[in-house]
């Protein structure tokens, strides 16, 4: 949603705040797929990089949240770090550290088992961000325009 208003002073919270809504409908999809998902019989991969991918998409959007001025691939970046950041930290153990984890917010947030390939999930996950933010940029332009 970069640069769809460069003249608009409200055009940065249009975009935070059409973000903050992908992000709270990504946010529900991740939590449906971690709670529903084996129950409704997906396979484990699934719920698993599913849930990854959407952690990372979530990243990214509330990202663009914060600092909506940024280009998409700037907030990709930033995203990606926090996402390789937070992946290596479950390989640091620190009994508070490792008592979150057991959490159920520890899990969502962190995770608990470090493994390379969540970081493939999380730069899908990344990927599906820019797309979706792209998609509702090209959607916020067709309606302002009519």
Same mark, same amino acid.
């Given at each position: 949603?970069?640069?769809?208003?460069?003249?608009?002073?409200?055009?940065?919270?249009?975009?935070?705040?059409?973000?903050?809504?992908?992000?709270?409908?990504?946010?529900?999809?991740?939590?449906?797929?971690?709670?529903?998902?084996?129950?409704?019989?997906?396979?484990?991969?699934?719920?698993?990089?599913?849930?990854?991918?959407?952690?990372?998409?979530? &990243?990214?959007?509330?990202?663009?949240?914060?600092?909506?001025?940024?280009?998409?691939?700037?907030?990709?970046?930033?995203?990606?770090?926090?996402?390789? &950041?937070?992946?290596?930290?479950?390989?640091?153990?620190?009994?508070?550290?490792?008592?979150?984890?057991?959490?159920?917010?520890?899990?969502?947030?962190?995770?608990?088992?470090?493994?390379?390939?969540?970081?493939?999930?999380?730069?899908?996950?990344?990927?599906?961000?820019?797309?979706?933010?792209?998609?509702?940029?090209?959607?916020?332009?067709?309606?302002?325009?009519?």
């Amino acid at each position: 949603m970069h640069g769809a208003q460069p003249d608009n002073p409200t055009a940065p919270l249009r975009t935070s705040l059409v973000r903050a809504g992908l992000a709270l409908v990504v946010i529900a999809c991740g939590l449906s797929l971690r709670w529903h998902g084996f129950p409704l019989g997906l396979p484990a991969f699934v719920v698993k990089y599913g849930g990854s991918l959407l952690w990372a998409t979530m &990243v990214f959007l509330l990202v663009g949240v914060f600092v909506p001025r940024l280009s998409r691939m700037q907030i990709a970046a930033i995203a990606a770090a926090v996402a390789i &950041v937070v992946e290596f930290s479950r390989l640091v153990h620190m009994p508070w550290l490792d008592a979150f984890r057991l959490t159920t917010a520890g899990a969502l947030l962190l995770g608990r088992i470090f493994s390379l390939w969540n970081l493939v999930a999380y730069a899908a996950g990344i990927a599906f961000g820019i797309w979706i933010d792209r998609l509702a940029e090209t959607r916020s332009l067709v309606h302002s325009a009519s």
